[in-house]
């Protein structure tokens, strides 16, 4: 027993806490902090270092933009941990090392201690950044090999502009950067003398240009990312990061390509893909069922009936709005009109069920059936689950109980509801503990309130007759007993 505590003690205390987004890596944790991370920035200090007390808060705000971006950045007291400082060869203070390999490659950071200047320099030894097209005939070549490119067209490698979009092409490292120091690129290619940068989408009708008076790094960044898609593209993991962690509102079409009326849905939406601005930011997707991410885009978006089928997402996915007519163009742009005002029909996840009853009297309730159910004039009593939490499963037989005995005395009728598989129209508490509901008819319901996860009968029972607009014709209660 004693072992077994002191061992959880020691592995806590080997894992390597967080201060301001940073890791903080000392001897007993450096072994599995860099085992666990195949790459990693590492912030070298000493305690009384005046040059790192004022280089800290900058390495600070360069974790929190990193932590958000998938990356991990730590910090060691290279005065009173030696052997890590020994290990990256770090000989002075403050020092940034790049960790690569588990800690097995390295490079140190040289450069302007700001945030930006540290982030920039990692990008940049991460990734490879613009490449230089030399001449029209590459140019073209390459646009009509991209699925998507940028393409800067500068006067020289002097040119602040270029500078910025340098930098930012490391950041990127799934997309396609090139840039071009020919003598009149932009009207070769059709673009006006100040043009400077382009992107290029292989199913789009015209490229997309970029004209400020001035390149701020702020709308030169959301320029890459606002065109980092294409109009209609496959469903991926960095698509379902856009909807699910960056709330980018979505049209996502699943379909069977071996049936012809999927591929004559898919023809549509692309048709009106290409018809689409770009300034609102909507993306357009298609999943196929073949796809592999297909059965956890399903879990998301629960059951459907079948293919083509189009919905639109938004609010990082919670919010779903299914298109229920024929695939016409007309009909297609007037669900986008009706998706982006709010107006669209509503879709609930809703799982699928062999048997809808839980016992003779409890009903089980989706997505699909939870309308009906708080739209009837009838009393109903819903207990809302988690079914991934073991206490709540385990009150089922509990409540199902209290509804068989309320049942025999009178017409209220009871359901359970399963918060993790299904959304419901008017939920959205907390499940931490479980939830129940009486309902009174068109909507209007009462909480039962507890504090724990447990069936107090008695209570719940008084509840029920005092809130049902149903007669009781037996004034028996359970015998059960509770721990209150």
């Not at 382009?198 to 701020?216: C, G, L, M, N, R």
């Not at 709010?342 to 879709?347: L, P, R």
């Not at 839980?358 to 009906?372: A, C, D, F, M, P």
């Amino acid at each position: 027993m004693y072992f077994q505590i002191a061992l959880s003690i020691l592995i806590l205390y080997a894992q390597a806490k967080e201060e301001n987004d940073l890791h903080v890596v000392f001897d007993k944790n450096s072994k599995q902090f860099f085992e666990k991370n195949e790459i990693s920035m590492i912030f070298f200090y000493t305690p009384q270092c005046g040059h790192c007390e004022r280089f800290q808060p900058e390495v600070e705000k360069a974790a929190k933009q990193l932590k958000e971006e998938g990356f991990v950045f730590a910090k060691v007291d290279g005065h009173n941990y030696k052997d890590i400082a020994k290990q990256f060869e770090v000989n002075g203070f403050p020092s940034v090392i790049l960790s690569q390999d588990h800690g097995n490659k390295y490079k140190k950071f040289e450069g302007p201690r700001t945030s930006d200047s540290v982030i920039m320099w990692m990008y940049e030894q991460l990734n490879e950044g613009t490449k230089e097209l030399k001449t029209i005939q590459q140019i073209k070549d390459k646009i009509t090999q991209s699925q998507l490119m940028f393409l800067y067209m500068a006067e020289n490698q002097e040119d602040r502009g270029f500078k910025r979009y340098k930098d930012y092409s490391h950041a990127y490292g799934n997309l396609e950067f090139y840039h071009t120091f020919l003598e009149n690129v932009q009207q070769e290619l059709g673009f006006g003398p100040t043009d400077s940068l382009v992107a290029y989408k292989k199913y789009d009708k015209s490229p997309v240009v970029y004209q400020p008076k001035q390149i701020k790094v702020s709308d030169l960044k959301a320029f890459i990312e606002t065109n980092q898609f294409q109009r209609l593209q496959e469903y991926n993991e960095d698509v379902a990061k856009k909807i699910f962690k960056q709330d980018r509102s979505t049209l996502i079409l699943l379909v069977d390509e071996t049936q012809m009326k999927d591929r004559n849905a898919h023809d549509a939406l692309k048709s009106i893909s290409l018809d689409h601005p770009h300034e609102d930011h909507l993306l357009f997707i298609k999943c196929s069922v073949t796809n592999q991410l297909f059965p956890e885009l399903q879990k998301q978006i629960g059951d459907f009936n079948g293919t083509p089928a189009l919905f639109g997402l938004q609010k990082y996915g919670v919010y779903k709005y299914k298109f229920n007519q024929a695939f016409t163009k007309q009909n297609i742009d007037q669900f986008i009109i009706d998706f982006k005002n709010g107006k669209a029909q509503k879709h609930y996840k809703s799982q699928k069920l062999d048997n809808p009853n839980y016992t003779q009297n409890v009903e089980i309730l989706t997505g699909n059936s939870y309308q009906r159910v708080i739209n009837s004039s009838e009393d109903w009593v819903i207990f809302y689950y988690n079914s991934y939490d073991s206490e709540h499963v385990s009150l089922l037989p509990e409540f199902a109980e209290v509804a068989k005995l309320i049942t025999q005395i009178s017409k209220v009728k009871f359901a359970i509801a399963d918060v993790t598989q299904n959304e419901y129209s008017d939920f959205s508490d907390p499940t931490d503990i479980y939830k129940i509901r009486i309902y009174k008819g068109n909507k209007n319901y009462t909480k039962f309130i507890q504090k724990v996860n447990k069936i107090q009968r008695d209570r719940l029972i008084t509840f029920i007759k005092e809130h049902s607009n149903y007669e009781f014709h037996d004034d028996t209660r359970g015998s059960h007993r509770d721990d209150l």
